[in-house]
């Protein structure tokens, strides 16, 4: 093997660990989380030509890192007992997940002519703006989008969604206080669930790890059962969802432990191998369009939340940490709750952006075929 592609291999697959620990001991921005890190070293050694980047070798290793982080991720969800404790949550979540489907829909045939995989695009944004991040690249994975739209969809997100995301932990609060109202909280109480979500006991990670590869062992069998291939994207990604999911009824989930961690060190590196197959000055004609088509749904997303959680009277707090859940994860409801006061609302919050990134593969794929077959 080239000593360039050894190079490759320990950036993404050390570097990750370096991003989480600066994350975690405040070494960077609040706006710097471990994504934006790992994205941003593989896109600076590609667009710098360091060394040269195997695009065949990082394009398996992205591939790899998602099916292998993906059942790690969804263990964590318990739809259950989110639906339980977080009604009001869960409706106002709903409505950001009607404003997402709806304006990445309008987006789509907006820039029909302009982009060809417009429905691909949707899809994605659809799973961005339903579980995060994760849900972009499993989508994007399964629809054999182009490296380039992961990574320029990405960008666009940590301008756009990060200049809102500002603005949430700011000066929105206040201007939202006087649109939305506000409810007393009740208890301080959800601190445990702070802990669960972001806690990894280390004895049980080689557990976690062997139970994300039966997954997905399972889900490649049963792909080349059903379709007589081994690797359909589209089918592996929503066969390791639904079995994920499954299992996540059972008790072994219990067994294993918080995986999120442990998932999400997977999906890192497939950020940092992204990040490696990203040559912006081969992307800058078409990165534009994208950009506009982001700021369309994102903007048009963020509105009709806004007006249909106004219809609904749902209060302040809700509003705000249901659009957190629904478009940057379960790391920034807390992030966020702590700096809006409020920590009633946290494990409601995580809940439903664990169910969100639950059914956002399925949202995001069915929305992308169906916008496909209005617009073939």
Request: neutral net charge.
């Amino acid at each position: 093997m080239p000593v360039a592609d050894w190079f490759s291999l320990i950036l993404a697959v050390g570097f990750p660990l370096l991003a989480v620990r600066a994350v975690h001991r405040n070494w960077v921005p609040p706006w710097c989380s471990s994504i934006v890190a790992c994205y941003g070293i593989g896109i600076v050694v590609s667009n710098l030509r360091l060394w040269s980047i195997d695009k065949e070798l990082m394009e398996q290793l992205a591939g790899g890192g998602m099916l292998i982080g993906l059942p790690l991720l969804l263990f964590s969800v318990r739809v259950g007992q989110s639906l339980r404790h977080a009604r009001r949550m869960m409706l106002s979540f709903v409505l950001c997940c009607v404003s997402g489907l709806f304006f990445t829909s309008v987006a789509c045939f907006f820039f029909i002519d302009e982009l060809a995989d417009s429905w691909k695009i949707a899809g994605m944004l659809t799973g961005l703006y339903t579980g995060g991040t994760p849900n972009v690249q499993a989508i994007g994975l399964a629809l054999r989008a182009p490296a380039e739209y992961l990574v320029l969809i990405q960008a666009a997100d940590i301008l756009l969604g990060g200049a809102y995301l500002l603005g949430l932990v700011t000066v929105l609060p206040s201007l939202y206080g006087r649109l939305f109202p506000t409810l007393t909280q009740q208890t301080g109480g959800d601190a445990g669930a702070v802990q669960e979500a972001e806690s990894v006991p280390f004895g049980q990670r080689t557990l976690q790890l062997v139970a994300g590869l039966l997954v997905t062992g399972t889900a490649i069998v049963m792909c080349r059962w059903i379709t007589g291939v081994w690797l359909d994207p589209t089918i592996i990604i929503l066969l390791v969802t639904t079995l994920s999911l499954l299992v996540t009824a059972t008790p072994l989930t219990n067994r294993i432990g918080n995986s999120y961690p442990l998932g999400e060190y997977f999906v890192l590196i497939f950020c940092v191998a992204l990040g490696l197959l990203a040559d912006f000055r081969a992307l800058a004609a078409g990165g534009m369009e994208l950009l506009y088509f982001s700021a369309i749904a994102l903007i048009g997303t963020t509105l009709l939340h806004l007006l249909l959680s106004k219809l609904f009277g749902i209060d302040r707090d809700t509003v705000i940490l249901s659009y957190v859940a629904a478009l940057y994860g379960p790391v920034f409801v807390v992030q966020v709750a702590a700096a809006i006061q409020n920590r009633d609302l946290l494990a409601a919050g995580i809940g439903v952006s664990l169910v969100g990134f639950g059914i956002g593969n399925y949202l995001g794929i069915g929305i992308a075929y169906l916008l496909l077959h209005l617009t073939g």
